[in-house]
């Protein structure tokens, strides 16, 4: 997709940004070939409203999508309907109304993540809902699918909640050979005390 490249100033807008020069009949395929590729993989799509954006919020927001493994796409939406169409996701495009932007991952939560946090501190930025395959959610979905615990989180909890039995269960194996040479000694020493019982008359 291509976009008018202008230098932005302090108080240039989003749609400045976005205005997107008519693509031709191959560009569009282009497109929607890509996007679809991605749709393919995807475990959500969350998708919000960005109107009068600067940017810089924008180019911040791709940033943090980015370093999450989101991917993130202004994108007519006419195109987007291609896209999922025959998908998991094609219920979604009964609600793709005025200009959007997509975040699309390949686990359920990352979307919802990058883009909720975004809203919160930018009100020009207005969450419209999103999905996860065969499912449609509103706003309150995809702020409750941001509030779980993403891949990471759950590795480092996993992570956690296993260390200490394997830590306990190394411990464990390192005091084995000490019990062993203790009890060994033992017995070696027992054995070489003189026999002190009386002899009977």
Known sequence: MRHW???AGAG???????????????????????????VAQAQS????????????????LRKQARES????????????????ADTPFEKLSDTLVGPLIY?????PVSAAKVM????????KFVLKGGA???????????????????RDELLATLLGTMQAPIAQFVRTLNEVPGRFV????????????????????
Not at 16 to 34: D, F, I, M, P
Not at 73 to 83: D, E, I
Request: no cysteine.
């Open 12 to 38: 240039s807008s989003a749609h400045t940004w976005s205005k997107t020069v008519a693509l031709n009949r191959e560009e569009k395929a282009t497109v929607v070939a890509e996007v679809s590729a991605r």
């Open 69 to 84: 493994g989101v991917y993130l796409r202004v994108l007519k939406n006419t195109l987007a309907r291609r896209a999922v």
């Open 103 to 107: 975040g699309v991952s390949n686990d």
């Open 5 to 7: 490249r202008g230098k």
């Open 182 to 201: 203790r009890t060994m000694a033992a017995v070696r020493d027992q054995k070489e005390q003189p026999d002190t019982e009386p002899v009977a008359a």
């Open 132 to 150: 996860m395959p065969n499912t449609v959610l509103d706003v309150n979905g995809v702020k409750a699918l941001a509030a779980l615990p993403g």
């Open 45 to 60: 799509i969350v998708v919000a409203e960005y109107r009068g954006l600067e940017v810089g919020a924008i180019t911040a």
């Open 116 to 123: 909720n946090t975004f809203a919160r501190d930018n009100d």
